[in-house]
């Protein structure tokens, strides 16, 4: 069955990036992709050091849980990395994070190619569309496929628990995980 790695990059237990991939996750659930979410909770995700190890093992030779969430995204059909935004832009370990996924991918065997997604950005105000197109230059240098929603893949929470507040920015992750499903579903026809 196809699936969809749902990265969360928030620091927090109970967040509302969390609580935005729990939404994206049952919509593509519904169209019948499985979805895991994995979170970056608790890791010290350290930035690239271009050692060039991956261009030969294909894992990162840094040792701090990334290379096991690597060979998950490797198996998968699609990505969604999702940041808040806590100080106009995304997290720098969400970053790293993004940019040692996409080395070992461009350095060794290109896994990222084709594979479906998109990023979300949750925050209380500004910031977010700077978030999102960080994050998104992240997918066509990796050979990917963006999904489209009726709105740019944001919601608007500010406290603990208030992303559903934001009624428009859950429909537009409704869509755009459905849309997620869809395309590979199509990709796989």
């Not at 049952?26 to 050692?51: F, H």
């Not at 701090?64 to 998968?76: F, V």
């Not at 105000?125 to 929603?149: D, K, V, W």
Request: proline share 3%; hydrophobic share 40%.
């Amino acid at each position: 069955m196809a699936k969809v790695i749902l990265l969360c990059g928030s620091p927090r237990k109970d967040s509302n990036t969390l609580d935005v991939l729990e939404v994206c996750a049952k919509e593509i659930e519904k169209n019948g992709v499985e979805t895991e979410i994995i979170s970056l909770r608790g890791k010290k995700i350290q930035s690239c050091v271009a050692c060039l190890t991956c261009s030969e093992t294909g894992n990162c030779a840094l040792n701090d849980g990334l290379d096991e969430i690597i060979d998950k995204i490797r198996d998968a059909d699609g990505f969604i990395p999702a940041a808040p935004v806590y100080f106009g832009t995304a997290r720098g370990d969400i970053m790293s994070a993004l940019q040692r996924i996409g080395k070992v991918s461009r350095s060794y065997d290109k896994f990222l190619t084709w594979k479906v997604g998109g990023p979300i950005a949750v925050g209380r105000r500004g910031g977010m569309t700077l978030t999102l197109q960080e994050m998104t230059m992240f997918f066509p240098i990796n050979n990917m496929i963006i999904a489209g929603s009726t709105y740019w893949n944001m919601v608007i929470a500010g406290e603990e628990g208030t992303a559903f507040e934001d009624t428009e920015g859950i429909e537009t992750i409704k869509l755009f995980g459905e849309n997620v499903a869809k395309i590979i579903k199509k990709l796989g026809d």
